[in-house]
C-alpha cells in the first residue's frame, strides 16, 4: 500500500470522526437547551454511522483526498425543534456554536496530548516533526521512523482536520453553523433574502471559498504548530 494512500486512509477516519464530535456535540447541547429531538432520534452519540451523510461523509471527501491534505466534510443536520428551547433564538444559536467549538476543543485536547508525548518519550520530538510534514503531504522518507509514529499522526491529524472544519463551519453561508448564526442578526426580509441565496452561494464556495477557508487555517495552525514547537 502506498504511503499516499496511508495517510489519505489516517485522514478520513480522523475526519469521520471529528464529524461525529461536531454533531454530538449539538446533539447534546441542544438536550441541555430542553430540546431532546436529537437525542430521541440516536444523534448523541460518537457513532460515526448515526451521523452519515452519503455526500459529505463519503463522496465529498473521496474526490479531494487524495490529491489534497486538506479535505471538508460533514455529517447530516442535526434536527431540532426550536418551540422546545426556553430561550429559543438564544438557545439555537448556541447549539449550532457547539459544533465548531467541539472541532476547537478536540483540536487542543489533541495538541496537550502531542505535548504530554513530546516531553516523555524521547523519540517523539522527531516523530512530530515527521507527521507534520506528512500530513500536509510533503514527501519524507519513512524508513527508521519509531513504532508510535502512527499515534503521534493521528494525533497530528487531529490538530489538522479539527481546525479545518471549525473554520470551514464558521462560514457565514447558508447550511453552514455560521450561516444559521448569522441569520439570527438579520432583519426579517434580509434573512429571507439570505435563505433564498443559499444554493449560490454554496455554489460559489465550491468554486472560491476554500481561498476564504486558508486565509483563516493558515494562521490558526500555524499557532498550533509553534505551540508544538516550543512548548
Known amino acids: 500500500m502506498s504511503l499516499n494512500v496511508v495517510l489519505a486512509l489516517f485522514e478520513f477516519v480522523v475526519m ?8 454530538c456535540a449539538q446533539s447534546w447541547a441542544a438536550s441541555k ?15 460515526p454511522m448515526r451521523h452519515f451523510d452519503l455526500l459529505g461523509t463519503l463522496i465529498w471527501p ?7 491534505p486538506l479535505v471538508l466534510g460533514w455529517g447530516k443536520p442535526i434536527p431540532i425543534t426550536p418551540n422546545n428551547f426556553r430561550r429559543p433564538d438564544r438557545d439555537e444559536m448556541l447549539v449550532y456554536a457547539a459544533g465548531p ?14 505535548l504530554i508525548f513530546k516531553h516523555a518519550v524521547p523519540a517523539a520530538a522527531g ?5 507534520e510534514m506528512l500530513a500536509l503531504r510533503v514527501p519524507l522518507p519513512t524508513d527508521g521512523l519509531p513504532g508510535m509514529f502512527p499515534i503521534v499522526l493521528f494525533l497530528y491529524f487531529g490538530i489538522l482536520i479539527n481546525l479545518l472544519l471549525f473554520v ?20 426579517y426580509n434580509a434573512a429571507k433574502t439570505f435563505d433564498s ?19 483563516f487555517f493558515g494562521p490558526l495552525l500555524g499557532i498550533f504548530d509553534q505551540m508544538l514547537a516550543v512548548l
Not at 34 to 47: E, Q
Not at 197 to 215: D, E, Q
Request: glycine share 10%; net charge positive.
Open 62 to 68: 473521496a474526490l479531494y483526498i487524495f490529491r489534497s
Open 16 to 23: 469521520v470522526l471529528a464529524i461525529s464530535v461536531h454533531d
Open 33 to 47: 437547551m430542553g430540546d431532546p429531538t436529537s437525542r430521541m432520534l440516536g444523534r448523541m452519540t460518537l457513532n
Open 101 to 114: 467549538a467541539a472541532h476547537l476543543i478536540a483540536a487542543a485536547a489533541c495538541l496537550v496530548v502531542l
Open 168 to 187: 470551514f463551519n464558521l462560514l457565514p453561508l447558508p447550511g453552514l453553523d455560521g450561516g444559521r448564526i448569522l441569520r439570527h442578526f438579520l432583519p
Open 127 to 131: 516523530s512530530l516533526q515527521a507527521a
Open 197 to 215: 441565496l443559499g444554493i449560490y452561494l454554496l455554489f460559489g464556495f465550491m468554486f472560491f471559498g476554500f481561498r476564504l477557508v486558508l486565509m
